[in-house]
């Protein structure tokens, strides 16, 4: 029916290698990588065969180029991605605590990463696209707002779906009308990818068996729910829930495991696979993503997520 297409933030990746809790002493990075999580879920549906392609823009400097030559490299269409004269490259820093937690200092709002619109390749793009997946962490850039709630009727008209990750970030800060306007696409979504607690908060009710309920109520087809280490389980109405046990492997940087999970799985239920399949290339493809540094570095292939899926061990398996 046509590709699988996202909007939203194309960034760099600067990360911190050194576990701290402050900036004010330096601390060692590494980067840039390219990123942005509507990016990071593009590469990875486009590795494991997936037509996708990506609505978002860079600045024209080398920040942007690793990012629309790394999408084209996995195979993407990149005709929508403008390339901003004006503005540089978005970028994000990311630092991880001693607690675990990990926090980001973002620069999009005044990068070229929130200055696209409803340009003709954009047009084009959309007309023969066949499945939106919304990142909600876009949701706060109004570019991002108005391509998504322009291409979605166009989509929908073709007999094309909606996934939505809702993918809330503590930095970014939701006003009502986003929250809003993020309430009216999950109802209109055929698959939700929510991870922990995203799911009680998308169903706006507390308690997984109550959040699945009303979301189905809502007239969600299907809920992907990501576990992290725990694995993922998916929910559709009137079957048996699915659960898959997460692989087994040494977490180097967990930044991009839900981008690359949804990737998978959308790519995966489109290209006509069962849920069950679906679902192991998911969870191998998050896993394999938080073995190596950078958000969008561990994103495979088919085939090397089939070798990943033979060679490693499932946790508690
Ligand atoms: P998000 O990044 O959206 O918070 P998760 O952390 O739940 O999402 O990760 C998405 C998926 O990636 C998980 O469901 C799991 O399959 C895989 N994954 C993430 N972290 C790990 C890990 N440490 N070990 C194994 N698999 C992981």
């Given at each position: 029916?046509?590709?699988?297409?996202?909007?939203?933030?194309?960034?760099?990746?600067?990360?911190?290698?050194?576990?701290?809790?402050?900036?004010?002493?330096?601390?060692?990075?590494?980067?840039?990588?390219?990123?942005?999580?509507?990016?990071?879920?593009?590469?990875?549906?486009?590795?494991?065969?997936?037509?996708?392609?990506?609505?978002?823009?860079?600045?024209?400097?080398?920040?942007?180029?690793?990012?629309?030559?790394?999408?084209?490299?996995?195979?993407?269409?990149?005709?929508?991605?403008a390339?901003?004269?004006d503005?540089?490259?978005?970028?994000?820093?990311?630092?991880?605590?001693?607690?675990?937690?990990?926090?980001?200092?973002?620069?999009?709002?005044?990068?070229?990463?929130?200055?696209?619109?409803?340009?003709?390749?954009?047009?084009?793009?959309?007309?023969?696209?066949?499945?939106?997946?919304v990142?909600g962490?876009?949701?706060?850039?109004?570019?991002?707002?108005?391509?998504?709630?322009?291409a979605?009727?166009?989509?929908?008209?073709?007999g094309?779906?909606?996934?939505?990750?809702?993918?809330?970030?503590?930095?970014?800060?939701?006003?009502?009308?986003?929250?809003?306007?993020?309430?009216?696409?999950?109802?209109?979504?055929?698959?939700?990818?929510?991870?922990?607690?995203?799911?009680?908060?998308?169903?706006?009710?507390?308690?997984?068996?109550?959040?699945?309920?009303?979301?189905?109520?809502?007239?969600?087809?299907e809920?992907?729910?990501?576990?992290?280490?725990a694995?993922?389980?998916?929910?559709?109405?009137?079957?048996?829930?699915?659960?898959?046990?997460?692989?087994?492997?040494?977490?180097?940087?967990?930044?991009?495991?839900?981008?690359?999970?949804?990737?998978a799985?959308?790519?995966?239920?489109?290209?006509?696979?069962?849920?069950?399949?679906?679902?192991?290339?998911?969870?191998?493809?998050?896993a394999?993503?938080?073995?190596?540094?950078?958000?969008?570095?561990?994103?495979?292939?088919?085939?090397?997520?089939?070798?990943?899926?033979?060679?490693?061990?499932?946790?508690?398996?």
């Amino acid at each position: 029916l046509g590709p699988t297409i996202c909007v939203g933030e194309i960034l760099v990746e600067i990360m911190a290698t050194t576990i701290g809790d402050g900036f004010r002493e330096p601390i060692d990075l590494i980067g840039p990588f390219p990123s942005g999580a509507p990016a990071i879920f593009i590469s990875q549906c486009a590795r494991i065969g997936g037509m996708a392609a990506m609505i978002g823009a860079v600045g024209e400097d080398d920040f942007g180029r690793i990012n629309t030559e790394r999408l084209a490299d996995d195979g993407a269409d990149i005709s929508a991605i403008a390339v901003d004269l004006d503005y540089p490259t978005g970028s994000a820093f990311v630092r991880y605590r001693s607690d675990g937690s990990r926090d980001f200092v973002y620069n999009i709002a005044t990068s070229a990463a929130a200055r696209f619109g409803w340009i003709g390749n954009v047009e084009a793009l959309v007309s023969r696209a066949g499945h939106l997946h919304v990142m909600g962490s876009g949701l706060s850039m109004q570019s991002a707002v108005d391509v998504i709630e322009r291409a979605l009727p166009i989509i929908r008209e073709r007999g094309g779906s909606l996934s939505v990750d809702p993918n809330l970030r503590k930095e970014i800060t939701y006003d009502a009308d986003t929250k809003k306007r993020f309430r009216n696409l999950i109802a209109t979504a055929d698959l939700l990818l929510p991870s922990g607690e995203e799911l009680e908060l998308a169903a706006g009710i507390e308690g997984e068996d109550a959040a699945i309920e009303r979301l189905f109520e809502m007239g969600v087809k299907e809920i992907a729910l990501k576990r992290g280490s725990a694995g993922a389980t998916v929910f559709r109405p009137g079957a048996e829930p699915v659960s898959a046990a997460a692989f087994e492997v040494e977490e180097i940087d967990p930044t991009g495991a839900g981008d690359c999970f949804g990737g998978a799985y959308v790519a995966s239920r489109r290209l006509g696979l069962s849920v069950e399949e679906a679902l192991t290339y998911a969870n191998a493809a998050g896993a394999r993503n938080v073995t190596r540094r950078g958000p969008m570095e561990g994103a495979g292939t088919r085939e090397e997520l089939d070798r990943f899926i033979a060679e490693t061990p499932r946790l508690g398996g």
